[in-house]
C-alpha cells in the first residue's frame, strides 16, 4: 500500500512529498466514517521508509517497527473532506544502530495539519518471514 504520489525534494537530512491519496474513494485505510486524522501519521511512516531507502541513514537489515509516537498534534478533521494536496515533511533527527527519530509535519493549504516525533525501531527477533524459528534462538 503506496500514499506517496511524489517525492518534492529529499537530502540526507529530510524529504518532503506530495500526495492526493487521501481524497480517493478506495484509499485502504478509509473507513465507513471517513479517513480519520491519525492516518497522518501513516502518511509520514511512509515518507520515511522512502527517505530511509533513499540515503540509506538507517542501514537496517530488516524493516523497522513504529517504537513511539510523540508529540502527536493532529486536527479534528477527516482527511477525505480535505481538497487539495498534502504535503508532508520528515526530517531526521538521530539515528543509530537500533533505529531512528524522525519528526514530521503535514500541510495542507499552506496551513500545519499535523506534526509529530516517530521513533523507529529494529525489532528484537527476526522476522517469522526470514525463515529464521524463535525454536532456533534457544
Known amino acids: 500500500m503506496s500514499l506517496i504520489d511524489e517525492i518534492v525534494d529529499w537530502d540526507q537530512q529530510t524529504l518532503a512529498a506530495r500526495t492526493m491519496s487521501h481524497t480517493a474513494p478506495d484509499n485502504p485505510l478509509r473507513g465507513q466514517k471517513g ?21 540509506a541513514v538507517l542501514h537496517a537489515t530488516q524493516p523497522m517497527v513504529v517504537g513511539a509516537l510523540r508529540n502527536i498534534h493532529l486536527p479534528d478533521v477527516n482527511l477525505d473532506t480535505l481538497t487539495s494536496p498534502l504535503l508532508i515533511q520528515v526530517d531526521i533527527a538521530m539515528t543509530g544502530k ?19 516525533r516517530v521513533t523507529l525501531l529494529a525489532p528484537l ?14
Open 98 to 116: 537500533s533505529g531512528a527519530i524522525y519528526n514530521f509535519s503535514v500541510g495542507h493549504q499552506g496551513t500545519s495539519t499535523g506534526s509529530g
Open 35 to 55: 479517513l480519520h486524522c491519525i492516518h497522518l501519521v501513516e502518511y509520514a511512516a511512509q515518507c520515511m521508509a522512502l527517505h530511509a531507502a533513499l540515503t
Open 125 to 138: 527477533f527476526p522476522s517469522p518471514n526470514q525463515g529464521v524459528s524463535i525454536l532456533s534462538l534457544q
